[in-house]
C-alpha cells in the first residue's frame, strides 16, 4: 500500500513516495490564494508551507478561522514531509524556487 496520500479536497490519491505527493498536488489541484497576504500558491503541502513560514500562527488563525487542533494537524502534516522529502527533488521535478 502505498505510504502517502493526497488530502487535498479529499483527493485520495496515492503515491510510494512524498516527492510524487508534492508534485502531484502541485500540478493537478487549483491554487490557493493565502488569506494572510493574498499570495497564490500551490494547494496542499506548499500552501502548509507557506501559511507558517511566512505568516504567525495568531495570523493564520485569524484568517482561516482555525483552532489549535487543525494548527497542529497542519504542523504535523508539514513536519512529516520535511522530515522525508528531497525538497530538491521536488525543485527539480517542478522547475520552480521554493522559498
Known amino acids: 500500500m502505498s505510504r502517502w496520500v493526497c488530502g487535498v479536497d479529499g483527493c485520495g490519491a496515492r503515491f510510494e513516495d512524498v516527492e510524487s505527493a508534492v508534485v502531484h498536488q502541485?500540478?493537478?489541484?487549483?491554487r490557493h490564494q493565502c488569506k494572510v497576504c493574498g499570495t497564490v500558491v500551490p494547494d496542499g503541502y506548499l500552501a502548509i508551507r507557506?501559511?507558517?513560514?511566512?505568516h504567525t500562527r495568531a495570523e493564520y488563525v485569524r484568517a482561516y478561522d482555525a483552532d489549535s487542533?487543525?494548527?497542529r494537524e497542519r504542523e504535523r502534516v508539514k513536519s512529516e514531509?520535511?522530515?522525508a522529502a528531497d525538497l530538491e527533488a521536488i525543485v527539480d521535478r517542478l522547475d520552480v524556487e521554493i522559498d
Open 69 to 71: 487542533s487543525a494548527v
Open 81 to 83: 514531509i520535511e522530515s
Open 50 to 54: 507557506h501559511a507558517f513560514d511566512e
Open 26 to 30: 502541485t500540478n493537478e489541484h487549483e
